[in-house]
């Protein structure tokens, strides 16, 4: 049995279309590790160019076909490292494996554009927070602050005018029993 598949036809068939995303690259690897088609236009690579051991130890894990053996990080063809899929394909007792691959950085680059917008978004909502409860802080502190001095400048017979704190919470009710006391 002899199965003869043109080259050309075979990449006509396998690259798609990169306007939409990351490029994805496709090509079959026959069982003895060597490219049997490629994302290169170059026919002389083919059947001549065996993969490197990273790559083809894909092809001796699952020999069912049809079968994925999920997503793998490796080396590609072109030595960066990439994400892809690799899929045992059985032809007549031949075994294949197709590769579909997308280079690493650019399968993560959405990932890492959200990364750091998040970051970002963490660092804005920090410094935010950390104005807020300043600002929180200072309005209970500063009138306990000024009650306390009060406190010891009358115990010591330095003052005896009232003291004023313009809130009406505790601290106003506080700084209003106090001078309750003093008058």
């Known amino acids: ?31 003895d590790g060597f490219l049997r088609s490629g994302e290169s236009r170059h026919e002389q690579e083919f059947l001549n160019r065996k993969l490197k051991a990273d790559i083809t130890g894909h092809l001796r894990r699952d020999r069912t076909a049809g079968s994925t053996l999920g997503i793998q990080r490796y080396y590609g063809l072109d030595g960066k490292r990439v994400m892809g899929i690799v899929t045992p394909i059985t032809l007549d007792n031949i075994q294949w494996a197709l590769f579909s691959e997308v280079n690493e950085d650019e399968a993560l680059a959405s990932a890492q554009k959200l990364a750091e917008f998040t970051l970002g978004l963490v660092l804005i909502v920090v410094v935010i927070v950390l104005v807020a409860s300043s600002l929180v802080s200072r309005r209970i502190v500063d009138p306990i602050q000024s009650l306390s001095k009060s406190a010891l400048d009358i115990a010591e017979g330095r003052k005896n005018e009232p003291v004023e704190v313009a809130s009406e919470n505790e601290i106003g009710k506080l700084a209003d029993a106090f001078n309750y006391m003093v008058n």
């Open 1 to 31: 049995f002899a199965l003869q598949i043109k080259p050309q036809q075979m990449l006509d068939i396998l690259v798609m279309d990169t306007a939409r995303g990351p490029q994805v690259n496709h090509y079959l690897v026959g069982s």
